[in-house]
């Protein structure tokens, strides 16, 4: 690993907006094939509704499970980032990101109340008390426009990001005890999924059981691979072809694969040694509009719809969260 910049002191930045992520997400949505619907909603008053709104939101993309029925979402250009409840059914804005901000993949520390949140094509990454909405620490993991941090994990010992521009992971340690935050490192990835043969290449990241290896999604490959977090080495799961692999939900055996452009989440079933996955279910809505990340919540998976295909930034009326059966017949 290499070291990287300490954090940042908390203050309101001013940053332009760079292009190199947007147009990676235009070449996305220029490629998309057709999409095929097949609508898999809640039947019964106790269950949770089929979406839930995130108000006054300007963009959407990345969303995590908090405690008990809830998740966080974020606001995607403006990087303000929500609160909702499947048992509520509604959602409320708690943090108004300072300007310049932009909240893509996340993840959240039931432990610390400690939200992590990657910062796209500013380079950057957040952390937010999610009692108080403060920001507790704010990391340059990489140079502004050649970069895109695009998703985070976290394990018992810190914070996993990606960047979809180049071969590398991003690393912030956590005490597990006070939570405090330490000096970001950069772990250089070796093997197939350092290679960033497209506009956008590495983007979801969740760990595995073992809490120390990675499984990292790659979009130009429609491919998932594990990640060692000490060589840095990668290896393939074989037998998965996943067009268009953005975020990714991993419990045990299973790993959730969202597709943003064809509007489907695969549900996986991958061998005990990560070697070998296989499709066991292809879960698709009627009202999935591009989504991009989800968050596994009971058997329950809530999937945030970014709404790209209505262009860059989106200008989409509303952005909401869907949710569906995360389990079906095996």
Do not use: C
């Not at 610390?112 to 909405?133: K, P, S």
């Not at 879960?283 to 719809?305: C, H, M, R, S, Y």
Request: glycine letters at 10%.
């Amino acid at each position: 690993m290499r070291n990287s910049p300490a954090p940042i002191p908390s203050r309101r930045p001013r940053l332009g907006k760079t292009a190199a992520g947007l147009l990676g997400i235009a070449a996305l949505i220029a490629s998309a094939g057709p999409v095929s619907a097949h609508p898999r909603h809640h039947d019964g008053p106790d269950n949770p509704p089929d979406s839930i709104e995130l108000p006054d939101a300007s963009s959407a993309e990345g969303i995590t499970a908090g405690r008990g029925s809830s998740f966080y979402a974020g606001d995607l250009f403006e990087g303000d980032i929500y609160r909702g409840s499947l048992r509520s059914g509604t959602a409320k804005e708690i943090i108004d990101a300072p300007d310049g901000r932009k909240a893509v993949g996340m993840d959240f520390s039931k432990r610390h109340d400690l939200l992590a949140v990657a910062g796209g094509d500013t380079g950057q990454a957040y952390f937010y008390d999610t009692d108080t909405g403060e920001t507790v620490a704010k990391y340059q993991l990489a140079k502004a426009g050649t970069s895109f941090i695009n998703d985070v994990t976290l394990t018992r010992r810190g914070a996993w990001f990606t960047n979809s521009l180049q071969g590398e992971l991003y690393f912030v340690p956590i005490d597990r005890h006070d939570g405090d935050l330490g000096k970001a490192r950069t772990l250089d990835l070796k093997g197939p999924a350092s290679e960033t043969p497209g506009d956008f290449n590495l983007n979801g990241i969740a760990v595995a059981d073992d809490g120390r290896t990675l499984v990292v999604a790659h979009s130009a490959k429609a491919s998932l691979f594990t990640v060692n977090t000490r060589s840095g080495e990668s290896r393939l799961i074989r037998s998965l072809d996943l067009p268009h692999v953005d975020g990714i939900v991993v419990e045990g055996r299973n790993v959730w694969a969202v597709q943003n452009m064809i509007n489907q989440v695969s549900r996986i079933r991958v061998s005990d040694d990560l070697r070998r996955g296989e499709v066991r279910e292809v879960i698709t809505d009627k009202l999935f509009q591009i989504p991009t990340t989800a968050a596994l919540i009971g058997d329950d998976l809530a999937v945030v719809n970014a709404k790209f295909d209505t262009g860059l930034p989106p200008t989409a009326d509303t952005y909401e969260v869907i949710i569906v059966d995360a389990f079906g017949e095996d």
